[in-house]
């Protein structure tokens, strides 16, 4: 099984190899309802996830999944649009396994957007909160099984997963654009199915600030690969567990959405300094 995996990681790092004019040292994954950031990038090249040998393919409708690879603030970027997340089946190595690929053949640095549900009750629908750290509860690492000390170590440090640096500079790009932030803790779930009033109560128990089904095994892998980290997860609603209302995916989608154009002209704002 593990030996099919890096087979199949091969495969698609070669192609790719043989199809990119360069690599980007940055790279973006831009998570529901986020993809259409992808349409600022002065496109150079547009590669389907069908076409790459070995590459999963999303399911989800808001996700565009394409690898695109231009410029954008002035620098080179390679952007996948349209993530693949442990409830559409896949396995954490499997759903990783284009960053994986990403990373070997040079990226140095990913920002990782998503939407997620507020859990911190001083959040508002539509702010934008930088990562912190993370909670992991899906029940999958996409390190388990064999290590490859070429691709990173087998028990690669979590102390600051969320670089240091990169957040400091997102503060200051934030501040000169005079736009408000939040920063806090993000807790990956399986999903599909969305949070309980009970669970959202326990997910704020044990320090989580925002909830979501992706970003965290993709942010392991990085941190493996050597590679510097920067998430920033848009608010889509807030819930309190006392006062609960219906979640609706049309509604966090449009609230992703809604914070596209702030979220862009941020991270726009961001690469130039970087």
């Known amino acids: 099984m593990f030996k099919n995996y890096f087979e199949r990681v091969e495969q698609a790092r070669q192609y790719l190899a043989s199809h990119l004019p360069e690599v980007p040292e940055i790279l973006l994954i831009l998570g529901t309802g986020l993809s259409g950031v992808g349409e600022r990038i002065e496109r150079e090249v547009a590669i389907p996830y069908r076409e790459i040998p070995s590459f999963p393919v999303s399911t989800v409708e808001s996700h565009a999944g394409e690898l695109v690879i231009g410029r954008f603030a002035g620098r080179k970027v390679a952007a996948f649009r349209g993530r693949f997340h442990y409830y559409e089946g896949y396995s954490t190595r499997e759903l990783t396994l284009p960053l994986r690929v990403m990373s ?79 920063e806090g803790v993000y807790v990956a779930v399986p999903g599909p199915s969305l949070e309980t009033p009970a669970e959202t109560r326990f997910l704020r128990l044990i ?44 509604e966090v989608i449009a609230q992703a959405q809604a914070a596209e154009a702030r979220l862009t002209r941020l991270i726009e704002g961001f690469i130039e300094k970087l």
Do not use: C
């Open 104 to 182: 070997l053949l040079g990226a140095r640095i990913l920002i990782v957007s998503n939407a997620a549900g507020g859990l911190n009750l001083n959040f508002r629908p539509g702010d934008l909160m930088l990562i912190r750290d993370h909670i992991n509860l899906i029940p999958d690492n996409p390190l388990r099984g064999p290590n490859r000390e070429d691709w990173g170590p087998r028990f690669p440090d979590l102390s600051e997963a969320y670089s240091r640096r990169l957040r400091e500079l997102f503060w200051q790009t934030a501040r000169e654009l005079g736009e408000e932030i939040q």
């Open 207 to 250: 320090g989580a600030d925002a909830v979501g089904m992706s970003t965290v095994p993709e942010v392991i892998v990085a941190v493996h690969a050597g590679m510097e980290v920067l998430g920033v997860s848009v608010i889509a609603n807030v819930n309190d567990p006392d006062h609960f209302k219906p979640i609706l995916l049309e």
